[in-house]
């Protein structure tokens, strides 16, 4: 029973990343409809990135999104207008070139840059463990997960409070109307983008403090993504988290009682059956 | 109707005597060989992804499923038991074929479309990869050899030539074999209804199109061409994993459909010597210092295509050739069209 407890609070934990994550996805994709399929190569980019901060600065990794941020933000920005852009009014499948291509691009360089050896940082100063009743938590995944909720939260405030969320979110609605009541799509969805990928720069500043990274990373993290963003549906930010959290669950305990193997067999299981079931997603909103 | 002689069929007939002649060129040169035996195993794959991706419009990532399974039949069925890979590769095909019913009906009953259906597929390779390596008695995490023969009847009973050039011939006979199908699919009803289903599904089925039949179809057949070269791919690997279930040959395979040009017959055909030569070429001669400069090229490549030139090398070469053809024209008089 115990042991449950352990592998349940252990994949809420890896969850609450997981949420933050997709998060940039559901932005993404919810808004702009764009289908970006480079997402876990954005992770894997910015856990690189992290990496090279909390090296040459010698910062712990949980700091180094305040680099990483701005700097993944202006890659998404620039990714935007130089591929994004060209293939909005396109079919859905040449989105998926261009983003496959980039995919591609990253760990192409990254390999070139790192090689192929995986790379790990220092123990980060939130190492250690807490006890609570039996139940051991790692003291890293539990800031991780906070700082997760946090941001989730930090982004919902903005998207719901803050001009131009409230542009985005208009942008999502109705793009025409949007562009009509003066809101800069072009502008909207740089930005979009820009936030969507700074996302994964927080994210792999955390995933950072107890992973390691390797250029082929990006994969398992994209396939996950959408996982997560199937079973979430649109326009939900809760739905993100609830199904990030869900995920993770699952993950950890096929991890625990079934078999270390299975962990992405289990995860895919869930995806062909919300599809199945319910093709908009657990809590989509459109 | 009277058959016409159009440049396609002019340039596919050239090609087609190049390829068949190319071992007696290079038969020798075993690294050549086999370069040139990819290039067509790529083209094959590719030609067959037309008919689900291209015509059919659904951006499919599950050409790694396939192949493994057509792989793990031929290939256990040789260890174990020696039988013939002639026959089992059909056997391989037909399961294939079994198992993208297994998938392909759910998904297309349940609407699953675009990019759901994209990686839907793409985690069917995955899933397959996985469930393989946790079945030990079959896959595992070790790779298992096929035999090898040591008399010239046995080599080719059993498919284990020690030479590459036998596999270029089958592979070309494959190659055929898909393009045909697909020029067959693209002249029927079929390939009509892929067609407009592939640009508009809704209305596609208002008017009359059985979507989900044609869908199936498109599939089964992709499956059962991609099961086939999936039999005869393990025989000229020699060894058996489950890293045959390989999710980035899948978007490879993909590649080639758009950078040849998305729903032209030809269009895999050209990516595939195109791509795949400069790939294997950039690997071989920069392999040791700059890994992943051959995947810069790639990237770069694609994304050109996909922004500027969404008709793929097919267009690009139609435009080249639409430019010169009024020299042609103008030498000729204009002889050639009424002959």
Redo the contacts between chains.
């Keep these: 029973m115990e042991n449950l407890a352990q592998n349940i609070i252990n994949g809420l934990m890896m969850g609450g990343i997981y949420a933050l994550i997709v998060l940039g996805l559901s932005i993404i994709f919810g808004v702009m409809n764009v289908?970006n399929f480079a997402h876990g190569d954005f992770v894997m980019l910015s856990m690189y990135g992290t990496f090279l901060v909390a090296t040459w600065l010698n910062w712990d990794a949980i700091a180094t999104p305040l680099i990483t941020f701005p700097v993944m933000f202006l890659v998404g920005v620039i990714t935007y207008y130089i591929?994004i852009q060209?293939?909005l009014r396109?079919k859905?499948?040449?989105q998926?070139?261009?983003t496959?291509?980039?995919?591609?691009?990253f760990?192409?360089?990254t390999?070139?840059a790192f090689?192929?050896s995986p790379r790990a940082l220092n123990f980060s100063i939130i190492q250690g463990n807490i006890e609570i009743g039996g139940l051991t938590i790692l003291s890293s995944r539990l800031i991780s997960f906070a700082v997760s909720l946090l941001v989730i939260f930090a982004v919902y405030i903005f998207l719901s409070k803050s001009w131009a969320g409230k542009a985005i979110r208009a942008a999502s609605d109705d793009l025409d109307v949007a562009s009509l009541v003066g809101v800069n799509y072009h502008r909207t969805y740089a930005i979009t983008f820009g936030l969507g990928t700074g996302l994964t720069a927080v994210a792999g500043g955390l995933l950072m403090t107890f992973q390691q990274v390797g250029?082929l990373m990006g994969?398992s993290f994209g396939?996950l993504s959408?996982?997560v963003l199937?079973m979430a549906g649109l326009g939900s930010t809760s739905g993100v988290l609830i199904s990030g959290l869900i995920v993770g669950v699952a993950e950890s305990l096929a991890i625990a009682y079934w078999?270390p193997?299975?962990r992405?067999?289990v995860v895919?299981?869930l995806?062909?059956l919300v599809?199945?079931i319910k093709?908009r997603g657990l809590f989509g909103r459109k | 109707m009277r058959y016409q002689l159009t440049p396609k069929t002019i340039f596919l007939t050239i090609g087609l005597l190049l390829a068949l002649i190319l071992p007696l060129l290079f038969g020798k040169n075993q690294y050549t060989t086999l370069l040139a035996t990819n290039v067509l195993l790529y083209a094959t794959l590719g030609t067959a992804w037309n008919i689900i991706g291209g015509m059919g419009?659904q951006?499919d990532l599950s050409a790694g499923a396939y192949l493994g399974i057509g792989s793990f039949v031929v290939g256990t069925l040789l260890i174990r038991f020696g039988f013939s890979p002639w026959i089992t590769m059909f056997l391989g095909a037909l399961i294939a074929v079994g198992l993208s019913l297994m998938v392909g009906l759910?998904?297309f009953r349940?609407?699953?479309r675009?990019?759901?259906y994209?990686?839907?597929s793409?985690?069917l390779v995955?899933?397959l990869r996985?469930?393989f390596?946790?079945w030990e008695e079959v896959g595992g995490a070790t790779e298992r050899f096929l035999p090898m023969y040591y008399d010239d009847f046995s080599k080719f009973t059993h498919m284990r030539f020690s030479s590459y050039v036998p596999y270029y011939y089958i592979l070309l006979a494959m190659l055929i074999f898909a393009y045909l199908v697909n020029v067959r699919i693209r002249k029927t009803r079929l390939g009509y209804s892929l067609l407009a289903l592939s640009e508009e599904e809704d209305a596609a089925a208002v008017l009359g199109v059985n979507v989900r039949l044609s869908k199936i179809k498109a599939l089964m057949t992709y499956a059962f061409i991609v099961g086939l070269v999936g039999g005869v791919d393990v025989c000229i690997k020699g060894n058996l994993h489950a890293s045959s279930f390989n999710?980035?040959q899948s978007?490879e395979v993909a590649?080639l459909g758009?950078v040849g040009g998305?729903g032209i017959t030809h269009g895999p055909l050209l990516a595939a010597l195109f791509m795949v030569s400069i790939r294997e070429l950039l690997r071989a001669q920069l392999g040791g210092g700059?890994?992943?400069?051959?995947?810069?090229i790639?990237?770069?490549v694609?994304?050109l295509?996909?922004?500027f030139r969404?008709d793929g090398i097919a267009g690009i070469l139609e435009s080249i050739y639409n430019r010169i053809k009024p020299k042609i024209s103008e030498e000729n008089n204009g002889r050639l069209s009424d002959a």
Excluded: C, H, N, S
């Design positions: 289908v591929l060209p293939t396109e859905y499948v040449m998926i070139a261009v496959v291509g980039l995919q591609y691009l760990r192409a360089l390999q070139i090689k192929a250029p994969m396939l959408w996982v199937a078999d193997r299975a992405l067999l895919y299981m995806f062909i599809l199945w093709p | 419009g951006f759910p998904l349940f609407k699953v675009e990019v759901w994209a990686l839907a793409a985690a995955e899933v996985v469930l390596i946790m999710a980035v978007t590649i758009i998305i700059m890994e992943g400069l051959y995947m810069v790639y990237a770069v694609l994304i295509i996909a922004i969404p």
